[in-house]
């Protein structure tokens, strides 16, 4: 009796050996197939990332932390700060990723963390970004965002355009003409008109020529 259940015990090891039957997975000699929504480690775009924290602000339990990182892109992200999540707190909840406003940052398929010490699962940007621009693509970025900045401000201390300035409301076909002005207070509005008729919309009185107002001050 007893010899009859070793035999049967061995023709179910025979059995799935010859039938290449899958009794044990070999990880991590072999990763198992996972799904496309899978919640692994996440990462990081750097090159779209525009450094809002907003995946910061959503993480319920507050393991997100915006830190400096220089491969991004200073066109989008003027501070150049990228998260840097704390494994060891987080739950894989996903909020980060949904609340992305450029979704720059998303859950991957890599699974595997370890470390000897806590600081060794807290990891940077370095680590999470797949997609960053390398130093000279950096160096060309900042000097465009340099010239974006200067021509901005120049164009700030720059003098307004003088000549035809149209009054607001509906005003597509009137055409540059005679200097009009507010007969209450000319300096607050001039415009050109090719017409009489127009009205200040401050103090709802009709436009009247600049000439006009001059010669009756004389």
């Avoid at 007969?183 to 008729?197: E, I, Q, W, Y």
Wanted: glycine residues 6%; hydrophobic residues 35%; contains cysteine.
């Amino acid at each position: 009796m007893l010899n009859r259940k070793l035999l049967k015990n061995f023709k179910w090891t025979l059995k799935t050996a010859i039938n290449d039957v899958e009794v044990t997975r070999l990880y991590p000699e072999v990763m198992m197939e996972l799904p496309d929504n899978e919640r692994g480690i996440h990462e990081l775009d750097a090159t779209t990332c525009i450094g809002c924290a907003s995946c910061a602000r959503i993480c319920p339990n507050s393991c997100i932390q915006m830190v400096h990182f220089k491969f991004g892109n200073p066109l989008k992200n003027k501070e150049m700060q990228f998260p840097q999540i704390d494994f060891g707190r987080c739950m894989f909840c996903g909020l980060c990723v949904d609340e992305c406003p450029v979704e720059c940052l998303k859950m991957g398929k890599k699974v595997i963390m370890a470390g000897w010490e806590r600081k060794d699962i807290i990891k940077g940007p370095e680590f999470l970004a797949t997609k960053n621009f390398s130093a000279k693509e950096v160096e060309d970025l900042e000097a465009e965002a340099k010239r974006i900045a200067s021509e901005k401000a120049a164009a700030k201390k720059a003098p307004a355009k003088s000549g035809y300035e149209p009054i607001p409301g509906d005003v597509k076909k009137i055409k540059p003409g005679a200097e009009m002005v507010c007969p209450r207070d000319p300096a607050h509005l001039k415009t050109r008109l090719s017409s009489v008729g127009q009205r200040c919309p401050d103090h709802d009185v009709e436009l009247v020529r600049a000439d006009s107002i001059k010669k009756s001050g004389d």
